[in-house]
């Protein structure tokens, strides 16, 4: 008969001692886009500057608005590593934002508001310290545009010429964030912001004026609940 003792402590866990981990996740997106505030000339079908009801050329200040909208996300995971990793993830994302349009073009203006929501790719790869279960983390993020609700677009036409390369096909940006691990589930809260520009317009405008410019990003919180499958 043979007896031996198990050292306090031991795990046997063999997904704890390999330092990896696999899961899905999924959650919410809370964005807002940013941009600045311009006036630009509104132009007809023929490329003539719209005169409003006093036959001056009609001027529209386009502002962003403090609106958030709501989104989905959810995706895979993998983590490599345990006080020290790294989690390259794979995600499916609603996001979304609106801003307001004040038309001068009658005796009282009138604010209209375009609400935009686009599907994305996202690809985080993140880099993370573990200290019991609380995590935090951060990285870069590649953004790819699968579908929109095309009202960017439109909303543009009548001030553009030139919409071709106006809406980025893929952005670049962060996340950073920190997580609490509970068994074989994660909670995580991140924020998202963009380096590169979600649009980027070179508005028309009456002649004795510069060109204007917008150029909209999206800043976002996430928040997630993952299970670890092995």
């Known amino acids: 008969m043979y007896l031996f003792a198990v050292p306090s402590g031991h795990n046997f866990c063999t997904g704890t001692k390999k330092g990896f981990a696999f899961g899905i996740k999924g959650g919410v997106n809370l964005s ?40 989905a996300v959810g995706g895979i995971y993998a983590r490599f590593g345990r006080t020290l990793f790294i989690q390259p993830e794979v995600l499916v994302s609603t996001k979304g934002g609106s801003f307001d349009i004040i038309q001068t073009d009658r005796e009282t203006p009138v604010t209209k508001t375009i609400n935009i929501k686009y599907s994305n790719i996202d690809v985080p790869l993140l880099i993370g310290l573990k200290g019991g279960p609380i995590r935090i983390l951060a990285g870069p993020v590649a953004s790819f545009r699968i579908g929109d609700n095309q009202n960017l677009r439109d909303a543009f036409r009548q001030y553009s010429s030139d919409l071709n390369n106006a809406l980025s096909q893929a952005t670049f940006g962060y996340q ?19 380096f590169t520009n979600l649009a980027s317009f070179e508005l028309n405008s009456q002649p004795i004026d510069a060109s204007a410019s917008v150029k909209q990003k999206v800043t976002s919180w996430q928040v997630t609940l993952g299970i670890k499958l092995f």
């Open 32 to 71: 807002r886009l940013t941009m600045g505030d311009v006036f630009t000339t509104r132009y007809d079908d023929n490329g003539n500057p719209y005169l409003g009801y006093d036959g001056k050329a009609v001027r529209d200040n386009i502002k962003q608005s403090f609106n958030t909208r709501t989104g």
């Open 176 to 194: 950073l964030g920190a997580g609490l691990d509970l068994g074989n589930f994660s909670l995580d809260v991140r924020k998202e912001g963009s």
